[in-house]
Structure formats: C-alpha cells, structure tokens
C-alpha cells in the first residue's frame, strides 16, 4: 500500500507529456514518467521513492513503437521486456532483459524503466552500450538525439523534465554473434552476481558488465585487453578484472572476492565462446 | 459383512480445493465491512537500543487517526514458558523489526501514513549477534531483567545471562560410552534464523463486545490457545473470548505464536471496542512476527572399529531471538530425539535456549528437529569418513529398532516405532546407491548424491485433545465439526475419509465445516506437529461410535430387534440376520415418527474426543518421559549437479521413504511430503536472514530473501513404507513435517561428496561452498 496520494496523467503525444512535466514540476509535485510502475510501487510503498504525480506515457505512438526498416531497429521505450523477448527483434536485447526479474515483472518492467531506474543493475543498458547506439531524448527545448556514451556513464544522464523516448541502433549489430550471460548467488530469479553481455563485430570483441561494480558500464581498455590475441583467453581475462573502472561490489549477494573469481571464469567462457564463432 | 476397507488410501481431492483454485475461499484478511478501523505499525530500525523518547504529534495531525498505542499502553508481558515479552516494545528494542507503536485509523493508508510519521529516537546499544557472541564473558544482555519475570515450573531462565533455559537429557553411563568407543568424532554445526514465508501473512482482527465479549478472528494454527493465553494476558475469562479462524493460507508453524491478538486486542481497547484489522505487510511477516530459529551445535560421537555407536555428547545452542516465546518449547522438543534414529546406550545431551537481538522463533515445521537432524547426520558422515564405513551402512547398523529404548529412555516397539531399516532399504535401491555415488560429468561438472535419516514424535502437551462433532442433516448427510485448522494440509478432507470408512457412507454425503469458532466448535489443542490426524482422527472415530450407537438405539425400536444385532452401511441401518429388514438413516437421525403421529428419538449428535494416552512429562534433568504416541521415521536423498570451478549447483534429483504407517489419502499424503521437502531445500540452500553486524536484517522482503521458486525444483520420489502405529486411525503415522527434516543435512552430504570439503554450515550458498574448498577442509 502506497499511503501518500498522488495524481495520474496520461498524455498522448510527447509535447503533451513534456508540457505536463513542467507544469507539474513547477507545482512542486515531483512528477515521474512511468509505464510499467513496477519501481514506484514496490519502493513507494516503502517510503523510498515519492512522487505526487505520474505521467503514464504508454499512450504516446513513439514510446510504444517497436520496428526495424532502413537498416535500424527502432524500440520505443515503454515497450516492455517480455515484448521485447518475444518480438525477436534483437536476441541479445531480448536476452538480456529476459533475465531481469520474473516474467511477470517484466510484463510490465520496460525498456526505458530498467534504463532509467533506481535498481543499480540496468542490465538492459548493456546491449545499447555494445552497439553504439543513438537515444532520442525529448525535452522541454525540443527533441535531441545523441550517441549513447555521451549521455549514458553510469546512469542516463537526463535533464530535468526530459524523456527517453526511444533507442535508434543500428540493424547491422542484431545479426552478430553475441553472449549474454547472467550469474547470480543460488536462486533462479534475482540481481545478477555478474552480468556479461557480449558481441563480436568486425573489428574484434565488446563486452559490457553489470553486477560487477555499482553501475553498467562498458570499457575501451578492458576490450582492449580481451581482443589481445597474443595472449591466452585466460591471461586476457584475468587482466580485464585488473582494469574495471571501480571496485568491485561487496554485498549480500556475493563479496569482491567471489564476484571477481566469477567475473574471471565468465569472461573466460564468453571469449572462448565468441572466439569459436564465425 | 465386508470389512475391506474402501475409502482408506484413495486419492480423494481436498474438499476445500475449488475454492481456493477459483479464489473464492476466505482468509482471515478478507474480513472487510463498513465501520472496520485499521491499525499499522511502527517497527525498530534497530536491533538493541533504548528508546529515549517519541514524538507522535506528526502522526496524531493525520485525519482519520483514532488512537496511538505504544509500550506505555499496556504492561502486560507476554510468553508461553516465560513471560518476558511486551506487548509493544518498552523502554528498548531487542530486534530489527521489533513493534514500538500501533496506529489505529479509519483507513489503512492512514495508519499507515501516520505511522511512518512517528518520530523515536533510539540510544543504540551494543548487539547480540549470535548464540557464541550471547555466551561470551561480559556480552550485552538482552535481558537485564530476566529474574523478574513469571514463569512455568519446568522452566528455569539464568539471570545475569543470556540463557532462558537449558533443558538436559542424560542416559545411561557417559564414561562406560567413551571406554567402549575406539574411534571419536566431533563436529560442530551452524545456521542462523530464517523464515516460513507463509503465502498468506498473518492477520488478527478484534472487536470488544458492550457486554464484555471480545471477539477475535485469527490466521491461528492455534485459535483455543489465543483463547487461553489472551485471557491469561488481559485477566479475562476464556469463555469471554471467541476467537475464530476460517482457512489459513500456510502456517508451517510461524502461526502457532501468538502475537498479533493481543495487540490488535489493546487497538480495539483503545478505541471503545470498534473492530480492528491488522495485517502483516510482508515485510512484518518476515522479520516482525516470529521467524525460523537458528542453531549453532557440538556433537560428539563415540563407535566401535565396526561402527556401531557407544556414546554422544551433543550440546544444542539454539539462537531462540530477543523473546522466549516458543523457542524453549522447541529446544525442549528436540532434546528427547537428539540421537536422530539411532540406538545408543549412552547419552548426555545438553539444548540451550539462547537469547540474541535476532528476530524471535516461533515453531517451525518440524519443530526442533530438522535442526537436531542436520546435527546429527553431518557428525554421523564424519564418522562414517572415519571410519571407512559407507554412510548408508552406518546408519543401517546403528537404526533404532523396536526392543531398543529412545534418549528419553521409553521402550520402542512395532507401533510406536516406524521401520527405518525398511525406509533405508527402499531408499537404497531407488537411488542405485551402490552403483555410484559421485561421478565427474564433464570438466567443470559432477554429479552427487547425500543421504540422511531422520525421525520425530510429537512433544505435544501431555493432555493435548481433541474433540469432535458430527451433526446429522435430515436428508442423513453428515456435518463433520472439528477444532482442527485447516492449513493446507488437507487433514479435513481425510477426517471425511476415515468418517466415510467408519459409517461405509459416500464421502459426497460428509459436509465438513472448516471454519474453527471457539464458541461452537470442540477444542483441537493447536494445529502442529504432525498430530492431526491422530488426535482428530481419533476424536471423530469416537463420535462415530456414539452416532452409531444413537442411530441403532432408534432403528432397534422400530425394526423391533436388539441394537446388538444390527449394522450400519450405506446410510442405512440393518438387520444382521436378514438385511432385507432395514431402515434408511434419514428417516431416523431426526427422530422417527410413526405413521399415527407419534415420534420418538430426535436429531442424532455424535460426540467424541481424544487424549494422548500414558505420556509422561520430560524430566527437565535427565530428559527421561514419553514424549508422545509414536516415532516416524525416514530415509532420504539428494542428488546434485555441482560445477567445481564456481561450486553453483543444481538439485536434480529428491527423495524421501517414510513410514507411513498407513497411507489414508495417497496423493494427499505425498504433496505433503514432497512440499516438505521442497521447504527443506529452500531452507537448506537459499533461506536466510543475512545480519549485518548490527544485527540489522539486509534481506526483509522477498525480493533478496530468495524462496525456491516453481521450477527451480528437483525431480521428486516419495515412497511409503506402511507399518502400522495401532492405536491411531487405521495405523496411520505422523506426516506433515518428516519430508522437511533430512533435506539439509541429504544436500549438504551430497554437495561435501561433489566438492570434497565438509560443508556444515546453512544456507548451503556456492560462494559458502567456493570458501570452504579455498580453505580447503579435508573430508
């Protein structure tokens, strides 16, 4: 039970939406976007997240619109995990997000929800680091589109008011060979130990971590080192734990120590997998 | 006539089933009508700390807020052995979670509002962790005041510690046991306290009458004992108070403690006796109301070269929490089957009942003995090491068996004993132990398989009853009324079965009522320990006599014969020497009339109760008595897929043979032992609290306390070994818990084969396993 009130918008275009933001912001009311609600439930109802008004944008075209054609893929960001599994449209995004909580949850958990939520996980971030895609990003100045690894370190760095409408990448990645890989501490369903989602491109291996540190993130210096042919898959792997940009978590779900002898295996594996694929 | 019996053993289907599937039964929480106030709770963010002060002004400004309670409202202590329990925490907390002020409101928003708004402020104090840190010179007392409060005879709390009680069991001559022995083991155990994560959170609702009569509506597994121990509270008298309880949606025995009655009975106090709901969020339910108890514990065996076991020393140190509550019962519970089911001369057996700044424990399925269990079988498979016995042959050797006396030094025989050697037998040729029992796969993986025994009796009180009502219906259908709570475990639907059997009537035509009210339904002493079909069981027997005899006494009037010589079988009463000489049971159990009028008789009530026979109290010193009608035993297995680099695993494979005694409802009778296995395993490899060093609980909700999950589960086998226990209903034995018992100790045996290091600790986590082989432990 949520105990404090709160008012509900539902806009159907993106200035609507944008508009409503403001506006409300400027009562004071804090407002959030939302589609699946999954975050503002489970953590309102625990006092740890507040809002006095949500804008449901489930009704705008762009943000429920999944296609592919003119050599991109297009996904909206209030297209949920599940569709996004089924839909096929890009198996190492649909992977990826399928290991994100139960398939019930992820009826309704979405793209731009696991992107832009509090769960420091964001795994679903992991595949838009790899293929260097363009977030639309709508906001009270207009649209704006940029590459993802200037808005995205650590988390999506947006501006108040503004909305993650929709992630343009190119199809060329979704036909790659890839590996997801998600370890977690012993139950079939839970935060990830470590995630690894990697893709093998022409110009040698990329791989983006969650689990690992307090954030999803993705490394130059550590594909540096995996793509290092002169060394064996192990060295390299062991040496890519060597250069993470932060420590490595410690918590309840697993220790540094055990989350880096994991992280090594898998990395391991992944290299070794990807490598004997054409 | 044909005394086959019919009934007895089919698969009849749970008579409360559709319902449930089709979401129409009731839940205490379902309760809801107009005029219904609602109280929510504040809790403590600490684990041990004074509260200096609080500030409720926030929370009074809410609309809607009719009363505040907090420790000052009442000075009751609550407890079962010992009373040292406030209703609501005064003056300090002595654990996360702990209750320091009730809301009432008219919504439960509201409540809830106004409860997050309650300002305390704590003076943190320094924490019991665990039972080792609670025994240490000069560690923090949970307790200063332990000398003050009121307790039972039996028990005998140790001021200036952190010891509520210890209770003691010696048999036989600890030094003849050691001479005796040429090889010695001794290994230690531990786990901290979990959770039941019943489906259904707990929920109390109360209501206090103008003329005096308190009305509760409880998820109770124990809705007489709230009666009695609400009373005994308040000073009340019990006839003052009914307490109602319709069907619970899981208990596993987080609800045989009372705790949200008395409260939410101060709430409805506090507001002129209105009706007050509270409902456990599950958060609450977790760490608030009574959790899993936890054990650390020191077993030492002494055996022959041939393996045969001379001595044990074993000393339990149960981690019972902040309260008493249940946890001394429990420890006493476990002491009388400390040996596990093996035959041993000498034994000295010491259970300490702890306090820690842990959530406290209330029972838990089984009751003491899963955790004696994985005690007991993990020294038993160091032994077996040592020894250079197979573990299964071990156990074999060492089985109790009728002739032998228990720890408690009561004499076994074929009733009161299930057949172990039996259990081990079938065990042993379903898993094909002999062919293997570990097996390397591919590089990283190996297959492995644990093996455990494990038995129980029932340490109910020693005048637990339980009584029985049947009401004919004109049509000479049958209302079964029993005080048992149905909890899931189907026992209403076999009390049909055996009624059905008694009568030779069609089960269709039982109407059972499942709803238990202290007012109008024969007392079932709690809904625990495997007991229900034993007690209940026997109770509607004998109120099928007394209905039979009724409805002969009458059908002997009209058919003009002796009641001697007549029988009764498909609703109709007959004539032994011609059966063509008969009367339809409609026409007389309301009375019979005559066709000029005149009538006779009138609507026939069967009556019955049941009381344990020649149980004799547990001496609190030497733990000699009868702790109950019988011992069930079983014999079971796991098997594991563990990958050596990262030690994760997976349970491939479960497997329980139990004696069953007599099996009344087959498919019944294995959903219960399989859903005990699958909460043994969650138990084993996942269920934890995880305290920081502040005893502050990380995991309070289902979304880091992890629970096996459908699909995660193993294959599973249960078998049944039938020997009967004579005086229970048609032979049958004790069941509901037995499946839970061995699985911990079955899958840290198979996961210490597969990763060849002893791993003695719960949950049985990969990176507990990883750590334990960097260490590198020896088997």
New interface residues.
Partial sequence: MISFDFEYYKPSSIREAVDLHQHLSRQGKQPLYYSGGTEIITLGRRNRIYTGAVIDIKAIPECRAAAAGNGTLSIGCAITLSELHDSGLFPLLGETGAGVADRTSRNKITLGGNVCGRTMYREVVLPLLLTDCSLEIAGPGGSRTVPIEQVFQQTLRLQPGELFVRAVIDEGFTRMPYAVVKKRKQAAIDYPLVTIAALKTGSGIRAAFSGVCAFPFRSRTIENTINNKQLPAAVRAELAVKELPAPILSDIKGSAEYRGWVLVNTLFDILERLERMS | MDEQPTIIGRSIPKKESKDKVGGTARYTGDWNSSGLLHARLAVSPYAHAYICSMDLSKAWEVPGVRAILTGESSDTLAGEDLRDRPIIAKKKVRYHGEVVAVVVADR???A??AA?LIQVTYEPLAVVNSPTEALRENAPLVHEELGTYEHTHRVKPMPGTNIANISKLRKGDMQKGWLESEVTVRQTIAFGPSDHAAMETRCALAEIKRDGTVVIDTSSQAPHAVQRYVAQYFDLEPGQIVVGTPLVGGAFGGKASIQLEPLVYLASKAVGGRKVKLQN?R?EDLITSPAHIGLEAEVKLGATNEGKLKAAHITFYFDGGAYSDKAIDVVAAAIPDCTGPYSIENVHCDGLCIYTNHPYASAYRGYGHSELTFAIERAMDTLAAKLHIDPLELRLINAITPGDTSPSQTLLNESNLGDLPACIGRLKEIIEWDEWQAKQVDEYTIRAKGISCCWKNSSADVDASSGAVLLFNRDGSINLVSGYVEIGTGTKTVLAQILAERLKMDISRIHVKFEVNTRTTPEHWKTVASRGTFLSGRAVLEAAEDAIAQLKAIAAIVLRVEPQDLQIGGEKVFYIADPNVNIDIKDICYGYTYPNGNSIGGQVIGRGHYIQRRRVHIDPETGRGVPGPEWNVGAQSVEVEFNR??C?YKITKAVSVIDAGRVLNRKGAEGQVMGAMSMGLGFA??EAF?FNQHGIV??PSL??Y??N?Y??NPEYTVEFVETPCVDAPYGARGLGEHGLLGMPAALADALSRAAGVMLNQL?L???YI??ARMRGTPP
């Fill in positions: 439960e928003d509201l809830k509002l997050d969020m958060e680099r990262d994760s490899d996942r995880l990380l995991n979304r880091n992890n629970l999950r699909g995660e949950p986590f990969p990176e990883w750590r």
